[in-house]
């Protein structure tokens, strides 16, 4: 079957421009979750999905991110007012059971705030 | 807090040569460890994981929890080993059991 996929594949931005990173889950999982990979590090847990709720938010660096999941669904990152630090690959993952089952991610999103 | 640590940032062998990349993490619960690969142009994805047992692609991985570590091995590397491998770690009990990765090795193996 189809599995994590993600939008755009590269998104180029100015500095203080908003963004909307999109992420669609393999059909029926109900855990998601995002992370970003800064060049030459490993990935970064930013937030994760159970559902439409978002139990941990621990990782988002600051108030300018935000993410949503809508109908146990698609999830869109948004961050505002960009940074240069904000230059990096975003990855979402996706899982049916989170305790057990491993994590499939998608081809990522790369970033780049000029 | 948690935290994986890869020491290597690029492992370069000639092809038939053993293969070892280290992780070492630290974490005070039970941990379950990962080894995750992407190859060039591919996606990341799993290769093993710690409580399987299992070899895949001839590669496997022992817990150490003595020296906290989760090493991968291969006793013949072949080209097509040649990607970025990242060692991860998941925390059980917690919510929605994130997972905490290592800066990753690339590993090239030279034909």
């Known amino acids: 079957g189809a599995g994590v996929s993600q939008s755009p594949s590269n998104k180029v931005t100015e500095k203080g421009k908003d963004v909307e990173l999109r992420c669609d889950p393999i059909s029926g999982h109900t855990a998601l979750y995002w992370y970003r990979q800064r060049l030459g590090q490993g990935l970064e847990f930013l937030i994760y999905f159970q559902g439409n709720s978002a139990p941990d938010k621990s990782g988002l660096p600051s108030d300018r991110f935000s993410a949503e999941r809508t109908g146990e669904s698609v999830s869109t990152l948004t961050i505002q007012r960009t940074q240069q630090e904000d230059s990096a690959v975003y990855l979402c993952?996706?899982?049916?059971?989170?305790?057990?089952?491993?994590?499939?991610f998608g081809p990522g999103t790369r970033l780049t705030v000029l | 807090a948690q935290r994986v640590t890869q020491p290597e940032k690029l492992l370069s062998v000639f092809k038939g040569a053993p293969v070892e990349l280290k992780c070492n993490y630290s974490y005070s619960g039970s941990p379950e460890l990962f080894w995750y690969v992407q190859y060039s142009r591919q996606r990341l994805q799993l290769l093993l994981r710690h409580i399987s047992r299992e070899s895949i692609k001839g590669f496997t991985a022992d817990l150490n929890k003595g020296e906290t570590s989760f090493h991968l091995k291969k006793p013949f590397a072949q080209e097509e080993d040649s990607a970025m491998y990242y060692c991860a770690l998941k925390e059980i009990k917690a919510a929605g059991n994130k997972l905490t990765f290592g800066g990753g090795t690339r590993v090239l193996v030279k034909p």
């Open positions: 993952a996706s899982t049916l059971n989170p305790s057990t089952d491993t994590q499939y």
